[in-house]
């Protein structure tokens, strides 16, 4: 089972940068099995997919925040990372780092169809 | 953009009744993407269903999913005190490419 945790600041000031990681354990980064993904879920507020980074380094950005977000993978440690800058007090929110993953049904497989392992997730403020 | 609309927005119901919840989307979605995952305070979302009817592994049969096209649904056929939570549907499709819809809360009456 892959397990995944969430790890950095609780506290960002406006307009610095957010930087989030996720540890991985139970599988690798770069075995392909897997798109690495973050979410967020503000204070009472539905979630929102933030982007994902695959076991090759490409990667995808919702739209709304693709100017402002970078993720990255560092294989040696297991871990997948997000930056969000210029941050706003909008950007306060709980980060979840989720794992992506698709399954097949005859001869056709979906590819990242569903969010089956996350984090427990993280509080991240943004206030002066 | 896929908007997902999720009703009622609460369902109060007491154990051992069956819940059933919403999820409409604003275009057609393919229904091998459409998700439904539970929600309790302070943890993270859990998958139940997949492929719009499939259930995760580990997931008690009383939970099924249905639908297609632009309608799907979350059934539960008798509420466990441990299913009271928030309930989430979620799609892959059109830009942004994965959108959750708003929620539906399951409550205690």
């Known amino acids: 089972q892959v397990q995944l945790q969430e790890s950095g600041p609780g506290l960002v000031k406006p307009s610095e940068t957010l930087s989030l990681t996720c540890t991985v354990s139970g599988d690798s980064v770069t075995s392909g099995s897997y798109y690495w993904s973050w979410i967020r879920q503000s204070p009472g507020k539905a979630l929102e997919w933030i982007g994902y980074?695959?076991?090759?380094?490409?990667?995808k950005y919702n739209p709304s925040l693709q100017s402002r977000v970078t993720m990255s993978v560092d294989t040696s440690k297991n871990q997948f990372s997000l930056k969000v800058t210029s941050v706003t007090a909008a950007d306060t929110a709980v980060f979840y780092c989720?794992?992506?993953?698709?399954?097949?049904?005859?001869?056709?497989?979906?590819?990242?169809?569903?969010?089956?392992?996350w984090g427990h997730g993280t509080l991240v403020t943004v206030s002066s | 953009e896929t908007v997902l609309t999720q009703f009622p927005g609460t369902l109060s119901l007491s154990p051992g009744e069956r819940a059933t919840l919403f999820c409409r989307a604003s275009?057609?979605?393919?229904?091998?993407?459409l998700a439904w995952y539970q929600q309790k305070p302070g943890q993270a979302p859990r998958l139940l269903i997949y492929g719009a009817s499939r259930r995760a592994t580990g997931i008690p049969d009383r939970f099924n999913g249905g639908g297609s096209g632009t309608d799907f649904t979350l059934t539960i056929s008798r509420l466990e005190p441990e299913d009271f939570a928030v309930y989430y549907c979620q799609q892959y499709g059109s830009s942004p490419l994965w959108t959750f819809g708003p929620g539906t809360k399951v409550e205690l009456k």
């Open positions: 275009q057609s979605v393919d229904s091998s993407y």
């Open positions: 980074i695959s076991d090759s380094g490409s990667t």
């Open positions: 989720a794992s992506l993953s698709g399954y097949c049904s005859g001869d056709t497989c979906y590819r990242g169809a569903y969010f089956d392992n």
